[in-house]
């Protein structure tokens, strides 16, 4: 406390022109800023390592039950109480991926905690009188974290994939990933979750507020679907067919491998998907850019 | 280089800046003092492009805050303590903020020394203690090594070697020729520190003067006499402007007269006189005299309500 300097020394007015000397703000300037907030919060950095550990050991019991389901298919016996479960081999190819609804939770809210603690604790202010023109700073917000959210995604999948066949192999249900699909499923399982991610911190973004804007999401990506195919569905014939269109519906989609009649596509799945994430991104930058900070 | 305007911030009825223009000028320290809820804040974030004006402009070196190319080296401002994540350590605030810019990390580590934040710097900001806080804040305002410093209440919960080291830095950053503008509602802080005032009340600008010139105009010279027989002073004293108070039954404050005159006719009345004291008038006097009708929040002495008798009674 005691050793504090008053006026800057000659070093300091050196340090100064070479400083000086370096232009503004740019985006990758900026980008670099996102990365290091990102990966300088703990609760962050962990929350991030447990969604990887969590989505691969989804896929793990996911494999493990599949195998059960079989054994207990082939079985005459306990086969008419399992009537009615999914074909096991056509639920194999989709193990990969199978923390993706687990991995949406978590990184929605992940994505809206990381903006909306930013009007919590006053960081904003800086971030904005750093970065005043305002949009390059969400924009690289939102980059750093949808790149984080396929990362992990992708390679949460992939790992799941490689966890999943020694699971599957005594039941002969191992699977290449040459496999028809497999390959794009997994992608995508990096895809949904950056979309995701992106539609969260959108909405972090407007709501400016942890709690309002993580019940949105959620209330969003899994309570809609839920109200729209019980009470809902019931009120008009166009509902059920435009839940096609929610958010989670058509991440589902892009990450299916076989694609039921009627039902969106792999590509209009992602469509969709990106088109609920940049309206939301579009709007939230328009408003950050007008109000006050 | 500071500029602002005709500037005004309207929150839906409530006008928290109304209108107002006014210069900060390189060179010296200027201070910007007003009572709570007076504008200062709303005015220090409308520089730096975080409210938006609901009518009037203020640029900073020629330009509004958005549109310099490097904001940080521009201007460096501490709005208000802690506006950081609470769980980012210190070292890495500044060091995302610096990022922005391209400022290196020598940079930081050298605002870390001289905001003496070295022992804490790799700690959580959520455990500082609201002076900490403050370095924090000075120390994001230096980064940048700007040409323009915009402190809001810089002294607000530091320790007294704090006090004396913020003033230390914004005279020193103001003899350097750059522009220094540090808000307070704490007169006398300002009295110490600022060349210049700019005093605020209820979002008007009251006052725009060199702090001599405002405290000239509006406080009055007073002595303090103790004397063995004030009546008789007095009354050797009696002339046009001439009043005196008095605060014991031998000590008067007397203004309107300076001490030589008061000397003079304690000779000429052969008046015991054992201490003369010239009060210099304080900035305090001139500050409440010019906000007295500015003040948005009056405290009030609470009147004896029989409540309040009531819970008296209870003890």
């Known amino acids: ?293 | 280089m500071i500029e602002a305007v005709d500037l005004s911030k309207r929150y839906g009825a409530k006008t928290a800046v109304d209108g107002i223009s006014f210069t900060v000028k390189p060179g010296r320290v200027t201070g910007f003092l007003g009572p709570n809820g007076a504008g200062k804040s709303t005015t220090m974030r409308m520089i730096v492009g975080l409210d938006n004006p609901s009518g009037g402009d203020v640029r900073v070196n020629g330009k509004h805050y958005a549109q310099h190319s490097a904001p940080l080296r521009e201007v460096g401002a501490l709005l208000d303590a802690k506006a950081v994540h609470t769980k980012r350590s210190a070292y890495n605030h500044l060091r995302a903020m610096a990022a922005t810019h391209g400022i290196p990390n020598s940079r930081v580590r050298e605002v870390i020394e001289m905001t003496g934040l070295g022992p804490v710097a790799k700690k959580r900001v959520g455990g500082f203690s609201l002076g900490m806080g403050q370095r924090l804040g000075i120390a994001c305002a230096l980064l940048g090594d700007p040409h323009t410093v915009i402190l809001d209440e810089p002294v607000n919960g530091l320790d007294p070697e704090g006090v004396q080291w913020v003033r230390h830095l914004a005279k020193g950053l103001a003899a350097e020729g750059r522009t220094v503008f540090l808000s307070s509602h704490l007169m006398s802080e300002m009295a110490l520190t600022a060349d210049h005032l700019i005093v605020i009340g209820r979002g008007r600008i009251i006052a725009d003067a060199p702090i001599s010139e405002i405290l000239d105009g509006h406080g009055q010279s007073r002595t303090r006499v103790r004397t063995d027989n004030p009546a008789e002073l007095v009354r050797a004293l009696a002339a046009d402007g001439v009043t005196s108070q008095q605060l014991e039954p031998e000590l008067l404050e007397i203004t309107g007269a300076d001490s030589r005159r008061i000397a003079e006719a304690a000779l000429a009345g052969r008046i015991l006189v054992y201490e003369l004291t010239p009060l210099q008038a304080s900035l305090e006097d001139a500050y409440m005299q010019l906000t007295t009708d500015e003040v948005e929040y009056h405290s009030h002495t609470l009147p004896q309500s029989p409540a309040g008798t009531g819970a008296e009674e209870g003890r």
Request: aromatic share 6%; hydrophobic share 55%; proline share 5%.
């Open chain 1, 1 to 293: 406390m005691a050793h504090t300097a008053t006026a800057p020394n000659p070093e300091h007015t050196a340090a100064r022109r070479g400083a000086a000397s370096g232009p503004g703000v740019n985006f990758l300037r900026v980008l670099k800023s996102e990365w290091i907030k990102v990966t300088t919060i703990p609760s962050t950095v962990i929350m991030l390592t447990s969604t990887v550990v969590i989505m691969v050991g989804l896929a793990a019991l996911f494999a493990w039950q599949t195998t059960v389901l079989l054994d207990l298919q082939s079985n005459p016996e306990m086969a008419a109480q399992v009537q009615g479960a999914p074909d096991a081999t056509s639920l194999v190819a989709t193990i990969p991926g199978s923390g993706l609804v687990f991995g949406q939770l978590l990184i929605g809210s992940l994505a809206v905690v990381l903006i909306a603690s930013e009007w919590g604790t006053g960081m904003i202010r800086s971030t904005m009188v750093a970065v005043p023109k305002r949009i390059p700073a969400l924009l690289a917000k939102q980059l750093v974290f949808a790149l984080i959210a396929f990362v992990l995604g992708a390679g949460s999948a992939f790992a799941g994939y490689f966890v999943a066949q020694p699971i599957l192999a005594p039941s002969e249900l191992a699977f290449g990933l040459d496999t028809d699909g497999v390959l794009l499923h997994i992608i995508n399982t990096g895809s949904v979750l950056a979309l995701v991610a992106v539609l969260a911190m959108s909405i972090g973004t407007l709501l400016r507020n942890t709690a309002g804007g993580v019940v949105t999401t959620i209330g969003l990506l899994f309570v809609v679907p839920i109200l729209v195919a019980t009470l809902l569905a019931g009120i008009a014939d166009w509902i059920p067919d435009a839940a096609r269109f929610l958010p989670s519906s058509a991440g589902e989609q892009m990450v299916a491998i076989t694609i039921a009649d009627g039902a969106l596509t792999q590509g209009q799945g992602a469509l969709v998907l990106t088109g609920w994430a940049l309206a939301l991104l579009v709007v939230s930058l328009i408003v950050t850019r007008k109000r006050d900070v």
